[in-house]
């Protein structure tokens, strides 16, 4: 039996949380038809259950291979733990990824993206309010302070 060694370094979150962004494996169906490749990309959790993610995909091109309208430009890359470089939104719609093939933790989210998320995605208000809890709780901007 193979046996794979997973550093503890690459892997210090091993329960990932909705608003964590992460590296996950998965293929992009709808535009390689012929040669859809399951590929690490950078993804957002959006809601958990016993075993997958409901997330929201990052991409690096600006526009629909499949009608070429322009893809919605993610505000604040840099927080997110993505090195600066500009990340586009994958798709509207919320996919699906096993447990199994999420990868290492890069950031969380903030308010302002979960706003972004709430407005140019097909999610309900449940998961905003989810996103929301986890961009107050380790976003980088600060809670608001009580009244």
């Not at 990868?103 to 903030?110: A, E, K, N, Q, V």
Request: net charge positive; charged share 25%.
């Amino acid at each position: 039996m193979l046996r794979q060694q997973i550093r503890c370094a690459d892997y210090p979150y091993p329960f990932h949380e909705p608003g964590e962004v992460v590296l996950a494996a998965f293929g992009n169906f709808l535009e390689e038809r012929e040669r859809c490749e399951r590929k690490i990309r950078p993804v957002i959790l959006l809601r958990s259950t016993a075993g997958q993610h409901m997330f929201a995909g990052l991409t690096t091109r600006s526009h629909y291979t499949t009608t070429g309208q322009p893809r919605p430009v993610l505000p604040k890359p840099a927080c997110l733990g993505l090195d600066g470089r500009l990340s586009h939104l994958w798709s509207r719609r919320p996919a699906f990824v096993s447990r199994l093939d999420v990868r290492r933790h890069l950031g969380w989210i903030d308010r302002t993206v979960v706003l972004f998320l709430a407005d140019h995605m097909n999610i309900d208000r449940y998961t905003v309010s989810v996103l929301w809890k986890a961009a107050t709780t380790h976003g980088d901007d600060p809670p608001p302070k009580p009244r």
